[in-house]
């Protein structure tokens, strides 16, 4: 990697999230020739960061201070913030029964803060961490709030996990309106579809063609954060052909 001298030449971007589209997300990055902080709480996550070539902090998207704390560091490190990305996963806290909460009928009482408030939690803490750095520091950026198809339509057994994605959807809306006349794109990555594993491992039951590529995936995150103020996107959604695709 390059030394801090030199990142200061190059766009830098902070990507929260490292272990799957995290980490496609700062290799493709970092191949691009940016100057590039991976954060995450694990150390084996951080880990993979420092191998990548980025400089790898520890911190915990969830927590709002946690996010402005780990922009600064950057900014201190690479001179600013271009883009910062939220690809970390919405899971959080203790879940049980099926994936998206099961219907409704028989959803426990926790329920809804283990599978819908802990995404819009995690959305609302990246967004407002993000926002009020960006702001600070002055000039153009681009914020990306990654997540599921989920954000676009509920599914039977899976209403808890959309009414989080919905939130999350409605966040980044918000941001992208309060700060766009700042110069600041915020743009929702819907990616609707399983994500491959980085290592091409594939996932037990599901048609490797219908698994959207973390690096193409990688590859769209650095389309929106080169567009200019005058084709700026604020939602992008991807689809595999090969996954059913709903208008």
Known sequence: MSDVNDSRDRPSAVIFGARNLGKAIIETLVDRGWAVVGAARSEATLEGVTAAGALALRADVTDQASVRATMAAAADAHGRVDLVVNAASAYGGTR???????????????????????????????????????????GPATLIQVTGGSARRAMPGRGLWAAGAFGVRALTQAAALELR?????????????????????????????????????????????????????????VTPLAETWVP
């Open 96 to 138: 049980s029964g099926p994936f998206g909460g099961g219907p409704l009928a028989q959803a426990a009482p926790d329920a809804f803060d283990a599978w819908a408030a802990a995404p819009a939690r995690s959305a609302f803490a990246f967004l407002s961490g993000a926002a009020g750095f960006v702001v600070e520091q002055g």
């Open 181 to 237: 006349e700042q110069g600041i794109q915020v743009a929702l990555l819907i990616v609707d579809a399983g994500i491959e594993p980085l290592d091409g491992s594939g996932r037990p039951g599901a048609d490797p063609a219908a698994l959207a590529d973390p690096r193409q995936i990688a590859d769209a995150v650095v389309f929106l954060a080169q567009q200019g103020p005058r084709a700026a996107t604020h939602e992008l959604q």
